[in-house]
């Protein structure tokens, strides 16, 4: 069970994060996760009123406050069309409508979650996460960085020509991926990103050259990438469905 | 902690913990119809309109609901009418599931939703344990005037 003293709705980011430094407290975006954690602390900090629920498209990115919630990857015109609707169709298969209705993108990314397919979608665009105190950095250095204090303020994504693809496997339609890879091609580069190893999603780039040869290519590359077991498959399996997936979306956007 | 929430169009007031969900802080207040299932945002039969979108109420705390409005089934006026549709068509057996199925039913019609495979895939949520799902399928046909 989950328990705290106090509950605050801070109304921007300083506010939010003189509270966060200075007691034992935890940021709240959807609460869906949260909620599910055996642990107690002194303040909850949501984010509901800190203005961060904001979609902006300038001439060279789209800009995506922290307490944008999945829904809105599917509703909102900027999202949904952006890449033919990469993103839309990535996160519409991510659990229950009315649970995206509450899943933040700042709760989706901060955590690093090692099955989140969002993550892996991202890391193939030009995706830069903006914190509060440690400001911009690339979503592939965010990821293995230790930073816990700070709060998760929005994702920037460039605008660039790129052809992409996004695959995974589950068990069932409603459960976590085994598996799940992103490739995106734009004129001379490949980026390739595997998540739900199960561990966090790992990054990939090589140029286009090295994909002369597909099934070659994925050979390699697969020798690069660490898979282990949990409940939903093993090591051996993950591997293997990781190969067919790869080529198909390799094939996707090279041929 | 004191927090002041609309339900049903009606102002509440109720002294909460903190860390209470919105689930129990409701039924509390007396809409006994906002049921727990899973307790874990999965099986939808807690689902409640917040500020008029569908959320499962078990994943929220209360708190986040202070100043905001909420409509659980008995504040719904199109709820009668499809309830007599999933009676007609067999789709309420124990009827544990029906008021989260009935509130996201009534959403879908009311943003226009009217193909039957696109309402399947926005009530995958709502899970039921006795009906089998054909026979909400014939009432939701019905309700929403699926055309394919
Ligand atoms: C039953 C279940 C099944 C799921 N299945 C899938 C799935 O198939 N695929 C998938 O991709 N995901 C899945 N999810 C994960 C879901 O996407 C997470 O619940 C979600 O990512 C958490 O988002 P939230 O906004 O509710 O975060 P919260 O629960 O509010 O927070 C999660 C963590 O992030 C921190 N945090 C939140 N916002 C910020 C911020 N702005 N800055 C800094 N820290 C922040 C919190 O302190 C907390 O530690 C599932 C979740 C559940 C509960
Ligand atoms: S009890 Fe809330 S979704 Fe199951
Ligand atoms: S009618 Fe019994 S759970 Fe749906």
Redesign the pocket.
């Known amino acids: 069970m989950i328990y705290f003293k106090e509950y605050l709705k801070p109304k921007n980011l300083q506010e939010a994060y003189e509270v966060l430094t200075s007691k034992n407290a935890k940021i709240i975006g959807g609460a869906t996760f949260l909620k599910l954690s055996n642990q107690s602390f002194e303040t909850a900090i949501d984010l509901i009123d800190a203005k961060l629920d904001f979609i902006r498209e300038s001439e060279n990115e789209i800009e995506i406050g922290a307490m944008v919630t999945l829904s809105e990857f599917g509703d909102n015109p900027i999202i949904s069309n952006l890449y033919n609707g990469f993103l839309k169709n990535i996160t519409e298969n991510i659990l229950?409508f009315?649970?995206r209705n509450l899943i933040t993108v700042g709760g989706t990314i901060f955590p690093k979650f090692g099955f989140s397919d969002l993550i892996t979608g991202l890391l193939v665009l030009e995706t830069e996460v903006h914190l509060y105190k440690n400001g911009k950095i690339r979503l592939e250095d965010f990821l293995n960085t230790k930073i816990q204090k700070d709060i998760l303020e929005k994702i920037t994504i460039k605008k660039k020509p790129l052809a992409v693809s996004f695959k995974n496997i589950k068990n069932s339609e409603y459960d976590f991926s085994i598996i799940n890879i992103a490739v995106s091609k734009s004129e001379n580069e490949v980026k390739i990103a595997v998540g739900a190893r199960p561990a966090m999603a790992v990054l990939i780039t090589k140029d286009l050259n090295f994909f002369e040869d597909i099934d070659k290519a994925v050979e390699s590359l697969l020798n690069k990438i660490k898979f282990s077991d949990d409940l939903r498959a093993s090591k051996i399996y993950r591997q293997k469905v990781c190969k067919a997936l790869l080529k198909r979306a390799l094939r996707e956007v090279i041929q | 902690m004191r927090i002041k929430l609309k339900v049903n169009n009606k102002t509440e007031e109720i002294d909460i913990e903190p860390h209470e969900i919105l689930?129990d802080v409701l039924r509390k207040l007396g809409y006994y119809s906002v049921?727990?299932?899973?307790?874990?945002?999965?099986?939808?039969?807690?689902?409640v309109l917040f500020d008029g979108k569908p959320i499962?109420?078990?994943?929220v705390f209360a708190a986040r609901a202070d100043g905001h409005e909420i409509t659980t089934v008995e504040g719904l006026e199109d709820a009668k009418a499809f309830a007599k549709l999933l009676s007609e068509e067999g789709a309420d057996q124990c009827g544990y599931c029906s008021p989260?199925l009935i509130l996201n039913t009534v959403y879908l019609k009311k943003i226009g939703v009217k193909d039957l495979n696109k309402a399947k895939i926005k009530l995958i949520?709502n899970?039921c344990r006795c009906t089998g799902y054909e026979s909400q399928h014939r009432a939701i046909t019905k309700f929403l005037g699926v055309t394919k």
């Open positions: 229950s009315q649970m | 689930l049921r727990r299932g899973c307790d874990t945002g999965m099986c939808g039969i807690c689902t499962p109420s078990c994943s989260g949520g899970l």
